[in-house]
């Protein structure tokens, strides 16, 4: 069965503190991997696919990173406007749909 | 970027009444759009897959009979939720997917049930 696991659920971090989340995942033949960013009462946003092991993605202060079993998404020196819920997501085998891990909520404090 | 609309925002509903909730790719052609729930400090939850032209796939669980999903062209989907009830309170969200694999996601829409 297709999983997707992401930890911390939570992290509070002071702004300038960088920092990496973490997505877990099992999948039948990852067609691809991706991160969104949810704020409260929104759509998520689109941030990076990432396709391959070995693969990365970098977007402002974000960094995505893919290995055969998970992916990171690192933040450095992460600002207040980046507090947030993070989604991890995999699509995979012959399913056009996503599964989607159960997010980390990101806070940063100024 | 590409942009997914949904309408309205948020609706208020008694219960056993009938809600539409609109969602639109406004610059790309969604061959596919998906329907979610999610309810408070939880993920999204796949409700149902639709492609143009043909009838939706719906997720283990999802009434077909009291979720209409119809997706009668390249941008546009609607939901409907008939005879609602206050647990079909949630936040629905839809996303469009258009050539590649990316999902792009509307903002949402908050239904309220009384």
């Known amino acids: 069965e297709d999983q997707v696991t992401q930890s911390p659920e939570a992290l509070r971090l002071q702004e300038g503190e960088s920092s990496s989340l973490n997505c877990s995942y099992t999948?039948?033949?990852?067609?691809?991997l991706f991160w969104y960013r949810q704020d409260p009462g929104k759509g998520p946003e689109f941030l990076f696919t990432?396709?391959?092991a070995g693969e990365e993605k970098e977007k402002e202060r974000l960094k995505a990173t893919l290995t055969k079993k998970e992916s990171f998404l690192h933040i450095t020196a992460p600002k207040p406007e980046d507090s947030a819920t993070y989604l991890c997501?995999?699509?995979?085998?012959?399913?056009?749909?996503?599964?989607f891990g159960k997010g980390t909520k990101l806070s940063v404090k100024p | 970027g590409a942009v997914v609309s949904q309408h309205p925002s948020w609706v208020i509903c008694k219960s056993g009444t009938s809600v539409k909730i609109e969602c639109r790719s406004l610059?790309?052609?969604?061959?596919?759009m998906f329907w979610y729930r999610q309810f408070p400090k939880q993920s999204l939850m796949l409700m149902a897959t639709?492609?143009?032209?043909?009838?939706?796939?719906?997720e283990q669980g999802v009434e077909k009979d009291k979720f209409l999903i119809n997706h009668a062209s390249l941008t546009l989907s609607t939901l409907t939720v008939t005879s609602a009830h206050p647990e079909d309170s949630s936040f629905y969200i839809c996303?469009?997917?258009?050539?590649?694999?990316?999902?792009?996601f509307g903002p949402g829409t908050r239904l309220t049930v009384t």
């Open positions: 997501a995999v699509q995979g085998g012959s399913q056009g749909n996503l599964i």
């Open positions: 999948v039948s033949g990852l067609r691809g």
């Open positions: 990432l396709y391959s």
């Open positions: 610059d790309f052609q969604a061959t596919t």
């Open positions: 639709s492609n143009e032209g043909s009838k939706a796939t719906y």
């Open positions: 996303s469009g997917q258009g050539i590649g694999y990316e999902q792009y």
